[in-house]
């Protein structure tokens, strides 16, 4: 690749975070072994230490991060240039770009030794190989295609999940993966396909043309599908070339200054709201002007030429600093959690196991029993937070759905100024016309499809702030219940050593005990992530849950029944009423007067019917974080209890070598505790460089 796109600091840059990566990774996994053997030891010594969740976390943690990919999606209205760009960046044209053929299907670009298509299929046939030729031919589709398709609500390959072309290029090597997608367009099917895919993403890249500044299609996927989201979207306004082309005079440098400086102003007006972070306005490091087609024909002349003007440079910058500063920083920051709490474990561990060797069976079980008030403090703390997790699940299932009946109620009074922007272009005579009649009544049924999307969308925003509020309260409460059961554990071992807790400088995040991290998103091991910034915890397992539930169980059924609205009557009330003989004005009215009139119908038992099933995925959501919360909680109360018993079990059955036993537990910490130094020095490099 040019070092002129990518430019070298970008490689090199990504280069040191999949170093980091994989240094991370061995060492977890060092210390998921060094974990595992001690157990296995201790078994025949003192007894296990019970760092069974630990093995497991650092062992998820490493995987995901050997693994870890940084994962890029092209998304975009129809024909913005979005496999132009991204033939452009690989510096061939090896994607299906032109006027015409449209891609159809979505496109994993990722690293190969070999440039290779395998297409994937969702009916369980086996992946199948093809060459590029074959490729751009079977699966592109042309525009009158496409349209017909989608006047049958049909997909251009239904039986084809997605294809992935391997390429040798540095930039892939490194782990950044780039997916190219079908246009958006007037099908919601097609929109599932590309839209769905955006939570597996770790950041969006959104092209628009400088021809077309926003369209109201556009301005919809935004406001619908990305808006308070807490994405990460740069967008590329592309073939700012042709804003010269538009100019009578192309060589006029004034007139040219204007025209940019216009346009720029309708972008900032309407992009400006998606580019905030915290209140900061990010604009300059998230929307760039680019040409791919000159930075595409510059690089098919020559790889290496130079890419001025065209945006690529600039634009790799953003990228760079986005994936190698912020998303690396923050991915490796959470294995560096993971490894510290490990350490904390080990070290506590040891600091009331060495202690108890000295003493005899007799007095070990004296401890121990004297520690039962305070073993049964935490089970309160476990059970104290349940209840709230409950509660909160109770009030905000019902709180959510009851929003949802309230919506939907309301789309009565808000149908008729709402549903103005969506009527179709309609030739109002049209239907007077039997042959366009059905065609009326599709453009009508679109549009009125649209409506219901834009609508169910806006409202799962609102449900999801809902969510998001609940689930910020309940990280708070994690907190403090994290911050008292602390407290307890420290108290356990004091009275078990007789040695008072040196309470560590560490902070309180390092504090909490493992499970509160989990609760309050600190942590998370959920192989998928959300292309998010905007939350604390990146990928936030919650945040997940959440996501699908109420996304798409939450709003499928209500877009089915409303599917089945039988517009028919419309166009016959039109017709009874002698429409044709009115002005286009009062027809428009009339339409949509006779479409509420349809609509009205279905809305109270949509409210009705979809209240339960919204009730229900509510409850779901919290289910599931509960559950994860309380057997962590209780795992680790277990444990705790366990790492006691197992000793008073070794000792009252043998005896145990005192000496050799010390220096093992010594020599564990340290083994530990130079693994953390090497995940340390990793961040550290990181964060300097
Ligand atoms: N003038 C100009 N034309 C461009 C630019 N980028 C792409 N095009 C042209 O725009 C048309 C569409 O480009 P594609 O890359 O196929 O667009 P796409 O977004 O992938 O299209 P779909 O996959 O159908 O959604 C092609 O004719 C390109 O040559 C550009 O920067 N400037
Ligand atoms: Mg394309």
Request: net charge negative.
């Amino acid at each position: 690749m040019s070092a002129k796109v990518a430019p070298k600091s970008f490689i090199n840059d990504l280069d040191r975070v999949a170093q980091a990566r994989s240094q991370v990774s061995n060492s977890l996994s060092v210390i998921a072994q060094t974990l595992e053997q001690a157990e296995l030891e201790g078994e025949k010594q003192s007894g296990k230490l019970e760092l069974h969740r630990d093995i497991e976390d650092i062992t998820k943690a490493s995987q995901a991060l050997r693994n870890g990919v940084f994962r890029l999606l092209v998304l975009g209205d129809m024909k913005r240039g979005k496999s132009t760009f991204l033939n452009a960046l690989i510096g061939e044209n090896l994607l299906p770009s032109d006027v015409n053929p449209c891609t159809a299907i979505l496109t994993i670009l990722r690293y190969g030794l070999e440039k290779k298509v395998t297409i994937h299929f969702n009916n369980g046939n086996n992946p199948e190989h093809i060459d590029f030729k074959t490729f751009k031919q079977r699966y592109t589709i042309d525009p009158s295609e496409a349209k017909e398709l989608e006047q049958q609500k049909k997909l251009a390959f239904p039986e084809v999940s997605h294809a992935v072309v391997e390429y040798p290029l540095p930039l892939l090597e490194k782990g950044v993966e780039i997916i190219d997608s079908p246009g958006l367009n007037d099908t919601e099917a097609r929109n599932e396909l590309s839209l769905g895919y955006v939570n597996n993403c770790h950041a969006i890249l959104f092209v628009m043309r400088a021809s077309q500044p926003c369209t109201l299609g556009e301005r919809r996927y935004l406001e619908n599908y990305i808006k308070s989201r807490g994405l990460t979207v740069f967008f590329l306004i592309n073939a700012w070339d042709q804003v010269k082309e538009s100019l009578i005079d192309p060589d006029d440098t004034e007139e040219l200054a204007e025209a940019e400086e216009k346009l720029r102003r309708v972008f900032r007006a309407n992009l400006a709201e998606y580019c905030q972070i915290d209140g900061y306005d990010v604009y300059d490091e998230r929307v760039f002007e680019l040409s791919s087609i000159q930075a595409l024909r510059r690089r098919l002349k020559n790889p290496d030429a130079a890419l001025d003007g065209t945006g690529f440079a600039e634009f790799m910058g953003a990228i760079s600093t986005f994936l190698t500063k912020e998303r690396a920083v923050s991915e490796i920051r959470q294995a560096r959690t993971l490894a510290r709490q490990a350490y904390h474990h080990v070290h506590e561990a040891i600091e009331r196991r060495v202690p108890l060797l000295e003493q005899d069976v007799e007095e070990l079980k004296r401890r121990i029993n004297s520690v039962e008030p305070e073993f049964a403090k935490l089970t309160d703390i476990s059970s104290q937070f349940q209840t709230e997790i409950r509660t909160v699940k109770q009030s905000k299932a019902r709180e959510v759905a009851d929003s949802f009946r309230a919506y939907v109620l309301n789309l009565e009074h808000t149908f008729e100024s709402d549903f103005l922007r969506y009527q179709p272009e309609l030739k109002f005579m049209d239907f007077l016309d039997r042959g366009k009649r059905e065609a009326f009544e599709t453009a009508l049924k679109q549009a009125f499809e649209k409506y219901i999307h834009d609508k169910l969308a806006a409202w799962s925003i609102t449900a999801e702030q809902q969510m998001n509020a609940a689930f910020v309260q309940l990280s708070q409460s994690a907190a403090q219940y994290g911050a008292s059961y602390t407290k307890v554990t420290d108290k356990i071992t004091e009275k078990l050593t007789g040695q008072k807790v040196q309470i560590g400088s560490a902070s309180t995040e390092d504090n909490s005990p493992s499970w509160a991290k989990w609760a309050m998103g600190l942590i998370s091991l959920a192989s998928g992530n959300v292309a998010g910034v905007a939350l604390a915890g990146v990928g936030m397992d919650w945040k997940n849950i959440m996501l699908n539930l109420v996304a798409v169980i939450g709003i499928g059924g209500a877009i089915a029944t409303f599917s089945g609205i039988i517009l028919g009557p419309v166009s016959l009330a039109l017709l009874a009423l002698g429409i044709g003989a009115l002005q286009a004005d009062s027809a428009r009215q009339q339409l949509v007067k006779a479409t509420k009139k349809e609509l009205v119908k279905y809305l109270p038992q949509v409210a009705q019917e979809q209240w339960q099933p919204i009730y229900n995925a509510v409850q779901e959501c919290f289910e599931a974080y509960e559950q994860e919360v309380t057997v962590r909680i209780n795992d680790d109360i277990k444990a705790r209890k366990s790492e006691l018993e197992n000793l008073r079990v070794q000792k009252a059955s043998r005896e145990i070598d005192r000496v050799a036993e010390l220096a093992r537990l010594r020599t564990l910490e340290t083994n530990v505790s130079d693994e953390v130094k090497s995940v340390e020095s990793a961040y550290q490099h990181l964060l300097t460089a």
